[in-house]
């Protein structure tokens, strides 16, 4: 059960609202966009390739499943459009019910209503010997980190300062967390570390 | 000019009042404080060697000169003791001037009042061919990295999650930062990064 989130020098992953999404997304993301491994998992050719290219790769292709938040489903959902980029069951956190949606390329949309640890039950399921990957937004990761169901944290840190937005990790919404390094790769756009959830 | 702070993985560094000082100061330098490398500058035998204390080892030897703030100064002087921990000259920068000290294993003190920059400039000298180090505290840094006379950020991140502090890289105080990761290195206790100052 992973969790991979962007995040700014200051820690930084969000916005707080709608004015503040577009320009924390794109200054934490941007060193994905353009990726060659990002854009394929979107059916695009081109992009650049280097370290945070086939990291990129490595590290998504472990997800036989994906849970997100409403919020980000709601959000998301048009933009994925018939070919979404997960390649995997997504499992939404939601108080609102809905019937499964079938996309192409493997992505299935299904809306589970009995909290998070329910989703990632699910989730796991769907992924069989494969892993889970806490895909967003950042409340339901925070909620995730707080139930303890994330034993791997997967941080990508741009170089990049922002004044102001949402952080991942924030002791009041995740609880108190204890993480031991494992790994620490400097890419071309972003410095990409993981930790192991310890508690 | 290089700046090497300890921050947690949520980007404070500091505290913002003296009773923040401690809780923050102990959990973000946590990894620094046993440290065979660390204990060796204070005269003291024994602690921990690893990465961390190699990597602090290197890093440190490359300074010949260090700059402080007043506060930094003011707090830090008695615990210094005779023989502090800097072994070389350590420029003061504030608005309270005072003849220079001398202690012994090479370190001095010396009061600059002309602004950072002059403190800067004056450690610069004193360190010859070697490389200057702006040791503290937060605000000295971020009025280093305001005026542009820092060109390298070595960030030793601490996989600790603080609720409050203050934080190195705030926009408001540093202006805006054009940054490249050149190094990455997970330790024992903390991961180890070093970036450019590009601006």
């Known amino acids: 059960m992973s969790k991979i989130v962007s995040v700014s020098l200051d820690g930084i992953a969000g916005g707080r609202n709608e004015e503040e999404?577009?320009?924390?997304?794109s200054a934490v993301l941007g060193w994905l966009f353009d990726l060659a491994s990002w854009r394929a998992l979107q059916g695009m050719d081109g992009g650049?390739?280097?370290v945070d290219s086939r990291l990129w790769q490595v590290q998504f292709e472990q997800f036989g499943a994906q849970v997100v938040g409403r919020s980000m489903f709601d959000y998301g959902v048009e933009a994925w459009g018939e070919t979404p980029p997960f390649h995997a069951p997504v499992l939404t956190n939601t108080t609102r019910t809905g019937e499964p949606i079938e996309k192409l390329g493997g992505t299935s949309y299904t809306f589970i209503t009995d909290g998070i640890e329910a989703a990632v039950a699910a989730a796991r399921e769907a992924a069989g010997d494969a892993?889970?990957?806490?895909?967003?937004?950042?409340?339901?990761a925070q909620l995730a980190l707080r139930a303890g169901v994330v034993d791997e944290l997967a941080l990508h840190v741009a170089p990049v300062v922002l004044q102001a937005g949402a952080r991942l990790l924030d002791g009041e919404a995740t609880g108190e967390l204890q993480l031991r390094c494992t790994e620490a790769v400097p890419g071309e756009g972003a410095v990409?570390?993981?930790?192991?959830v310890l508690r």
Chains 1, 2 share one sequence.
């Open 21 to 25: 999404f577009w320009p924390v997304h």
């Open 192 to 196: 990409h570390l993981r930790y192991d």
């Open 48 to 50: 650049r390739d280097g």
């Open 131 to 140: 892993d889970v990957l806490i895909a967003g937004g950042i409340r339901t």
